[in-house]
């Protein structure tokens, strides 16, 4: 086993990903694309002066350049590399095309790693990079190389302190490999060190595949961020083992909640390649409109703002609703995938989040003090809530935190308030997860199942069944199966139950009503195994598909399109550009169509809530719910639900296997499939 492991490992990191046609030219240069037109927020054009006009710059090849060019194009350079946010698989590969690109244009060219993410920038921590241990971690997974961190540079010293750095080690180019938090960062350093001529190329990595850019007219520039490919397929295929594992022993609910701190395209992804039973998607849930509620409201003359987005209590119900039709056609079991995000598109909650984030955010601002810090445990931060829930009753003026928000509050348990005040990171985002998301949304539904059980109306299906005058030997119907079906009682030798019937007393007793029994008789052995049959025990298993996923080795696209992403970089860099993005289009395509480009960051950015401010930000592309991948998931969800007595529809993706082709070789993902059918 240790030689095939081993084997394996060699032949990953023997690995030579193909390179796009363009870069089989020694040379290349970027080719200005003044079609490709953003609508620009004002406030990056009055931040990012000097990076606001780039275009969108085409990789173009040329053999035999003029001689200033191969000078400028050759010459030796000092290039910094570092790691932002969380790992992806692909990260190595970058760095790998980035290294062989700058030292097969200059073998004396020098590259550095900033080592534990953006804070090697900031204290000057750097290794060189060489051959070996470049090789080392090929095609591998992970960013153990030079190692990640989450820090932002967003203030004047961090970002004085990178610029020394940068200057002390005399660096031509630094590359930021992140997410759109690090390419916020990239632009602003770029605009930073512009005048110290230090370009800033950034890479669209994370595994939540929520960078995706397309120009005002919709043309699509970057479909998707690598090491989503990787960790949709690992998430899929642990997933897909579940619905295999849940539809063999029919005991039990496998809760599976999937990364993505706000978009849900993992969820959608693990949806088209698993069809698991219920999978929720974020951003379609904010679309809900309750359209009785507003009716209601019409009839009234008054408008109900809570008709528009879900709350937890329904989407609660829309879940039970889904377990009790299933249980209906005889399946107390299935898989179902919630999206780690989902609490960021419910309205009730995301009002929390925002009222929560702010109060933290002034606290740290007017007591320059830490609000964490200052209040470690759940009980004094509720305190200094309820201190401010009191403000607002004395001073109407005061509406951050009023009375209403401290009920709502008071009533969601522990650790879900521990949950939604937790400590933001350092880019104000919200620590999804950490939440157990699952467990908030799970609580409700047990909760309402219990009470349908009660009520008759959570009860299993089972196949009409005949008994004998005795009642000793049952027969199964073929034909029919539903809800334990059961109208009036003994008519000839057919057995019929009533459904609110929910205990083997009352069944007892009725059965001597029905004159089936004898007053003292016991329920005969069949009649009491079909009916705790039919009783359901609702049994949940969960699961947190995040970290696993973002720690995978690469598959085979992940690793050719990061690498090629690396000889971008090289490219946008030979060529001078700064406050460009790498990127490479047509992925949904053949690899032959592949097309590797840069596209300018500050257009991309606009303003957003982050720590109770305003802040220009990169702007994360959420699922669109008009996009063909989500019509296809809503077009099918009740055949994935299979509420009926048949088979189930799941679907088996496999596993990543890297050695030979297979399903999982496809360079496409089902998400970007549906893009290219478009
Ligand atoms: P990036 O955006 O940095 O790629 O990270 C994405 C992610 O994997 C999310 O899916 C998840 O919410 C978050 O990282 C977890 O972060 P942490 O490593 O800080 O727990």
Known sequence: ATNNINKGMIARTNYDPPKCSVFSNKYTYLKPDHSCR???????????????????????????????????????????????????????????????????????????????????????????LTGNLVNKYRNTGGFSMIKTGRTKIDTSEKMNLSRETCKALGLDALVVIGGDDSNTNAAFLAQEMYDDGVQVIGVPKTIDGDIQVKDDEGRVLCAMSFG????????????????????????????????????????????????????????DLADYVDEKRIEKAKNDNTVDYTAYGITLRHLSR??????????AAGKNYGVAVIPEGVLEFINEIQLFIIKLNTIIAEYNTTHDKTFHMEFPKLTDKLEYLRKLAQRSREDRSFTIWNTRDDDLFNDIPDFFQ????????????????????????????KDYLAFLREKGEYKIGIKRTYYNKTLQKAELDPDFFGPVLFKNYTQGDILLVKPSIISLKTLNQTLIKEGALKEGEPIPPAIEKIYKKSVPDFKTQTHFYGY?????????????????????????????????????RNLEQDFLQWEPAGIPIAPLM?????????????????????????????????????????????????????????????????????????
């Open 38 to 128: 953003f609508s620009i927020d004002r406030e990056a054009e009055k931040q990012l002066p000097n990076i606001i006009k780039n275009p969108l710059q085409i990789i173009t090849g040329i053999e035999s350049p003029e001689k200033d060019f191969k000078t400028e194009y050759e010459k030796k350079r000092r290039i910094g590399i570092v790691f932002s946010g969380g790992p992806a698989p692909g990260g190595h590969n970058v760095i790998a095309g980035i290294y062989d690109a700058a030292k097969q244009a200059n073998s004396e060219t020098k590259v550095y790693g900033f080592l534990l993410g953006p804070d090697g920038i900031i204290e000057n921590e750097i290794i060189e």
């Open 606 to 678: 606009h303003l957003e809530e982050r720590k109770g401010k305003l802040s220009l930000v990169l702007e994360k592309s959420i699922v669109n719910t008009n996009s063909i991948s989500f019509q296809i998931v809503k077009a099918l969800r009740e055949k994935w639900l299979a509420a009926n007595p048949g088979e189930d529809n799941y679907r088996k993706p496999g596993p990543i296997i890297f050695s030979r082709e297979n399903e999982e070789s496809r360079p496409i993902t089902l998400t970007l499939n549906a893009l290219a059918d478009k």
């Open 228 to 283: 989503f490919h990787t960790a949709a397929r690992a998430f899929a295929n642990a997933v897909s083992n579940l619905c295999t594992d849940s539809s063999s022993d029919v005991k039990y609910w496998h809760i599976c909640k999937v990364m993505g701190r706000v978009a849900s395209h993992l969820a959608l992804e693990v949806a088209l390649q698993t069809h698991a039973n219920i999978t929720l998607i974020g951003e």
């Open 418 to 445: 521990k949950g939604l005040l937790m400590e933001r990171d350092s880019h104000g985002n919200f620590p999804f997860s950490q939440v157990e998301t699952e467990k908030v949304i799970m609580e409700m539904v």
């Open 318 to 327: 829309v879940i039970c609703d889904c377990i009790v039709r299933r249980a």
């Open 548 to 584: 696993d996923g973002r720690g995978s080795d690469p598959t085979k696209f992940d690793c050719i399109y990061t690498y090629n992403l690396g000889l971008t970089v090289f490219s946008l860099i030979a060529n001078g550009a700064t406050g460009q993005m790498a990127a490479v």
